[in-house]
Protein backbone atom coordinates (compact mmCIF):
# COMPACT_ATOMS: atom_id res chain seq x y z
CA UNK A 1 0.00 0.00 0.00
CA UNK A 2 1.46 3.25 -0.72
CA UNK A 3 1.02 6.79 1.17
CA UNK A 4 2.19 9.77 1.07
CA UNK A 5 2.07 13.34 3.39
CA UNK A 6 2.08 16.49 2.15
CA UNK A 7 6.09 16.58 1.58
CA UNK A 8 6.21 12.52 -0.07
CA UNK A 9 8.20 11.52 3.45
CA UNK A 10 5.47 8.39 4.11
CA UNK A 11 6.05 6.85 0.27
CA UNK A 12 5.82 2.54 0.92
CA UNK A 13 5.15 2.98 4.77
CA UNK A 14 4.43 -0.54 6.03
CA UNK A 15 0.51 0.05 6.14
CA UNK A 16 -1.98 2.75 7.17
CA UNK A 17 -2.16 1.77 10.62
CA UNK A 18 0.85 2.60 11.16
CA UNK A 19 0.24 6.58 9.89
CA UNK A 20 -3.06 6.68 12.07
CA UNK A 21 -2.18 9.28 14.48
CA UNK A 22 0.73 10.76 13.11
CA UNK A 23 -0.18 14.21 12.05
CA UNK A 24 2.63 14.65 9.99
CA UNK A 25 5.24 14.30 12.34
CA UNK A 26 8.20 12.74 11.94
CA UNK A 27 8.43 9.20 10.79
CA UNK A 28 8.70 6.86 13.64
CA UNK A 29 9.32 3.69 13.57
CA UNK A 30 7.15 1.46 14.73
CA UNK A 31 4.44 3.63 15.11
CA UNK A 32 1.89 2.80 17.73
CA UNK A 33 -1.69 1.10 16.77
CA UNK A 34 -5.34 2.24 18.28
CA UNK A 35 -4.35 -1.83 20.16
CA UNK A 36 -1.37 0.06 21.97
CA UNK A 37 0.81 -2.48 19.69
CA UNK A 38 3.78 -1.65 18.00
CA UNK A 39 3.31 -2.36 14.64
CA UNK A 40 6.77 -2.79 12.45
CA UNK A 41 7.35 -0.45 9.70
CA UNK A 42 9.64 -0.70 6.75
CA UNK A 43 12.24 1.14 8.75
CA UNK A 44 12.58 -1.53 11.46
CA UNK A 45 14.52 -4.39 11.54
CA UNK A 46 14.19 -7.84 13.92
CA UNK A 47 17.62 -8.84 15.09
CA UNK A 48 17.80 -12.65 15.76
CA UNK A 49 21.16 -12.92 18.09
CA UNK A 50 22.73 -16.23 18.19
CA UNK A 51 19.39 -18.88 18.03
CA UNK A 52 23.13 -21.83 17.44
CA UNK A 53 22.84 -25.70 18.47
CA UNK A 54 25.65 -24.65 21.08
CA UNK A 55 23.49 -22.18 23.08
CA UNK A 56 20.30 -24.58 23.31
CA UNK A 57 19.70 -27.49 25.59
CA UNK A 58 22.44 -29.92 24.17
CA UNK A 59 24.72 -27.44 23.49
CA UNK A 60 28.02 -26.72 24.64
CA UNK A 61 27.37 -23.46 26.41
CA UNK A 62 23.51 -24.38 26.56
CA UNK A 63 21.68 -21.73 27.85
CA UNK A 64 18.69 -22.40 30.45
CA UNK A 65 15.60 -22.48 27.82
CA UNK A 66 17.31 -21.60 25.07
CA UNK A 67 15.24 -23.38 22.43
CA UNK A 68 11.78 -22.08 24.05
CA UNK A 69 11.91 -18.46 22.43
CA UNK A 70 12.06 -20.37 18.66
CA UNK A 71 8.55 -20.40 18.24
CA UNK A 72 8.10 -16.83 19.63
CA UNK A 73 10.79 -15.45 17.43
CA UNK A 74 9.40 -17.35 14.13
CA UNK A 75 5.32 -15.55 14.64
CA UNK A 76 7.18 -12.38 15.54
CA UNK A 77 9.80 -12.35 12.09
CA UNK A 78 6.75 -12.62 10.42
CA UNK A 79 5.84 -9.20 11.67
CA UNK A 80 9.03 -7.71 10.21
CA UNK A 81 9.82 -6.81 6.49
CA UNK A 82 13.50 -7.33 7.73
CA UNK A 83 14.83 -9.67 9.91
CA UNK A 84 18.54 -9.91 10.16
CA UNK A 85 20.12 -13.31 11.80
CA UNK A 86 23.93 -13.35 13.68
CA UNK A 87 26.22 -16.13 14.02
CA UNK A 88 28.36 -16.50 16.40
CA UNK A 89 31.69 -18.06 14.67
CA UNK A 90 34.96 -19.05 16.01
CA UNK A 91 37.83 -20.05 15.20
CA UNK A 92 39.09 -23.54 16.95
CA UNK A 93 40.98 -22.67 19.67
CA UNK A 94 39.65 -18.97 20.03
CA UNK A 95 40.80 -16.62 22.38
CA UNK A 96 37.84 -16.79 24.30
CA UNK A 97 37.76 -20.34 24.99
CA UNK A 98 38.94 -21.75 28.65
CA UNK A 99 40.77 -24.69 26.08
CA UNK A 100 43.18 -21.96 24.74
CA UNK A 101 44.46 -20.84 28.28
CA UNK A 102 46.52 -23.44 30.45
CA UNK A 103 44.67 -23.73 33.57
CA UNK A 104 41.81 -21.48 33.26
CA UNK A 105 38.61 -22.70 33.66
CA UNK A 106 35.24 -21.76 31.98
CA UNK A 107 33.31 -18.70 33.26
CA UNK A 108 36.63 -17.43 34.53
CA UNK A 109 37.64 -14.21 33.23
CA UNK A 110 41.09 -13.09 32.28
CA UNK A 111 42.80 -10.02 30.75
CA UNK A 112 43.60 -9.43 27.07
CA UNK A 113 44.55 -6.32 24.80
CA UNK A 114 40.77 -5.57 24.45
CA UNK A 115 39.90 -5.85 27.90
CA UNK A 116 38.12 -8.40 30.45
CA UNK A 117 37.22 -11.71 28.59
CA UNK A 118 34.94 -13.91 30.18
CA UNK A 119 36.20 -17.21 29.13
CA UNK A 120 33.77 -20.26 27.94
CA UNK A 121 33.51 -23.79 26.71
CA UNK A 122 34.71 -24.29 23.04
CA UNK A 123 31.35 -23.24 21.27
CA UNK A 124 30.39 -22.26 18.26
CA UNK A 125 33.59 -23.09 15.77
CA UNK A 126 32.85 -22.50 12.52
CA UNK A 127 31.65 -25.16 10.21
CA UNK A 128 30.66 -27.53 12.92
CA UNK A 129 27.23 -28.61 13.81
CA UNK A 130 27.23 -26.70 17.17
CA UNK A 131 27.45 -23.49 15.30
CA UNK A 132 24.53 -24.12 12.82
CA UNK A 133 21.54 -22.09 13.01
CA UNK A 134 18.63 -23.96 15.43
CA UNK A 135 16.73 -26.51 12.63
CA UNK A 136 13.39 -24.99 14.04
CA UNK A 137 13.82 -21.55 13.30
CA UNK A 138 11.79 -20.71 10.15
CA UNK A 139 12.68 -17.22 9.04
CA UNK A 140 13.00 -17.87 5.44
CA UNK A 141 12.44 -14.19 4.80
CA UNK A 142 16.12 -13.44 6.87
CA UNK A 143 18.23 -11.10 4.59
CA UNK A 144 21.23 -10.98 5.80
CA UNK A 145 23.50 -13.48 8.59
CA UNK A 146 26.33 -11.33 10.10
CA UNK A 147 28.54 -13.71 11.56
CA UNK A 148 31.11 -12.56 14.10
CA UNK A 149 33.81 -13.51 16.55
CA UNK A 150 35.46 -15.50 13.30
CA UNK A 151 39.23 -13.60 14.57
CA UNK A 152 41.13 -15.94 16.08
CA UNK A 153 42.52 -13.46 18.89
CA UNK A 154 39.51 -11.25 19.43
CA UNK A 155 36.23 -11.97 20.50
CA UNK A 156 32.56 -9.84 19.41
CA UNK A 157 29.79 -10.60 21.47
CA UNK A 158 27.97 -7.63 19.56
CA UNK A 159 26.63 -7.87 16.14
CA UNK A 160 27.85 -3.99 15.63
CA UNK A 161 31.83 -3.86 17.25
CA UNK A 162 34.01 -6.56 18.17
CA UNK A 163 35.27 -6.59 21.36
CA UNK A 164 37.79 -3.68 20.82
CA UNK A 165 34.89 -1.79 20.20
CA UNK A 166 35.81 -0.22 17.44
CA UNK A 167 35.91 -2.44 14.72
CA UNK A 168 33.02 -2.87 12.99
CA UNK A 169 31.34 -6.03 11.30
CA UNK A 170 29.87 -4.50 8.37
CA UNK A 171 26.09 -4.26 10.25
CA UNK A 172 26.11 -0.48 10.76
CA UNK A 173 26.93 0.03 7.35
CA UNK A 174 24.33 -2.20 6.08
CA UNK A 175 21.15 -1.03 8.36
CA UNK A 176 22.19 2.65 6.76
CA UNK A 177 22.16 1.48 3.55
CA UNK A 178 18.99 -0.02 3.72
CA UNK A 179 17.15 3.08 5.93
CA UNK A 180 17.07 1.24 8.41
CA UNK A 181 16.42 3.02 11.71
CA UNK A 182 15.94 1.11 14.31
CA UNK A 183 16.33 -2.56 15.64
CA UNK A 184 14.19 -5.08 17.71
CA UNK A 185 16.36 -7.79 19.23
CA UNK A 186 15.42 -11.39 20.49
CA UNK A 187 17.88 -14.42 21.11
CA UNK A 188 20.94 -15.46 22.65
CA UNK A 189 22.12 -14.78 25.21
CA UNK A 190 20.01 -11.65 27.07
CA UNK A 191 23.30 -11.00 29.09
CA UNK A 192 26.03 -11.17 26.73
CA UNK A 193 25.49 -11.07 22.83
CA UNK A 194 21.73 -9.66 23.09
CA UNK A 195 23.18 -6.96 25.26
CA UNK A 196 26.10 -5.73 23.65
CA UNK A 197 24.51 -5.69 20.49
CA UNK A 198 21.64 -3.31 21.89
CA UNK A 199 23.95 -1.15 23.23
CA UNK A 200 26.01 -0.91 20.18
CA UNK A 201 22.89 -0.40 18.31
CA UNK A 202 22.33 2.71 20.65
CA UNK A 203 26.25 3.98 19.96
CA UNK A 204 25.98 3.72 16.44
CA UNK A 205 22.59 6.11 16.67
CA UNK A 206 19.74 3.19 16.08
CA UNK A 207 16.98 2.63 18.51
CA UNK A 208 16.86 -0.41 20.31
CA UNK A 209 14.15 -2.75 21.52
CA UNK A 210 15.04 -5.90 23.50
CA UNK A 211 11.96 -8.18 23.76
CA UNK A 212 12.63 -9.75 26.42
CA UNK A 213 10.59 -13.21 26.35
CA UNK A 214 12.44 -13.54 23.02
CA UNK A 215 15.70 -14.00 24.92
CA UNK A 216 17.31 -16.51 27.61
CA UNK A 217 20.41 -15.06 29.85
CA UNK A 218 23.42 -16.96 30.97
CA UNK A 219 23.01 -15.31 34.12
CA UNK A 220 26.36 -15.79 35.26
CA UNK A 221 27.54 -13.82 38.69
CA UNK A 222 24.68 -11.62 38.23
CA UNK A 223 25.38 -10.82 34.85
CA UNK A 224 21.42 -10.53 33.96
CA UNK A 225 20.74 -7.78 36.19
CA UNK A 226 24.00 -5.64 35.35
CA UNK A 227 23.12 -6.30 31.34
CA UNK A 228 19.66 -5.04 31.67
CA UNK A 229 20.61 -1.76 34.25
CA UNK A 230 23.66 -1.02 31.69
CA UNK A 231 20.99 -1.48 28.57
CA UNK A 232 18.73 0.82 30.29
CA UNK A 233 20.83 3.25 30.91
CA UNK A 234 22.17 3.47 27.28
CA UNK A 235 18.72 4.00 26.37
CA UNK A 236 17.70 0.41 24.74
CA UNK A 237 13.79 -0.02 25.37
CA UNK A 238 12.39 -3.46 27.19
CA UNK A 239 9.53 -4.72 25.89
CA UNK A 240 7.17 -8.11 25.50
CA UNK A 241 6.25 -10.11 22.36
CA UNK A 242 2.74 -9.31 23.21
CA UNK A 243 3.89 -5.84 22.92
CA UNK A 244 4.50 -6.26 19.05
CA UNK A 245 1.46 -6.74 16.92
CA UNK A 246 1.96 -10.15 15.17
C1 LIG B 1 27.60 -15.59 23.60
C2 LIG B 1 29.12 -16.13 25.21
C3 LIG B 1 30.06 -16.43 24.25
C4 LIG B 1 26.21 -15.14 23.27
C5 LIG B 1 28.53 -15.87 22.61
O1 LIG B 1 25.72 -15.44 22.16
O2 LIG B 1 25.60 -14.48 24.13
N1 LIG B 1 27.91 -15.71 24.88
N2 LIG B 1 29.76 -16.29 22.97
ZN1 LIG C 1 31.14 -16.90 21.48
Request: aromatic share 8%; glycine share 10%.
Amino acid sequence: MMILDRRGFLRGAASSVAVAGMAGAALPAAAQTGSKKMKPTAQDALLVIDVQNCFTPGGSLAVKEGDQIIPLINRLAGAFEHVILTQDWHTPGHVSFASSHAGKKPFEAIQLPYGTQVLWPDHCVQGTAGAELHKDLRIPHAELIIRKGYRKQMDSYSAFYEADGKTPTGLTGYLRDRGLKQVFLAGLATDFCVAWSAMDARKAGFGALVIEDACRGIDADGSLAKAWKDMLGAGVKRIQSADVEA
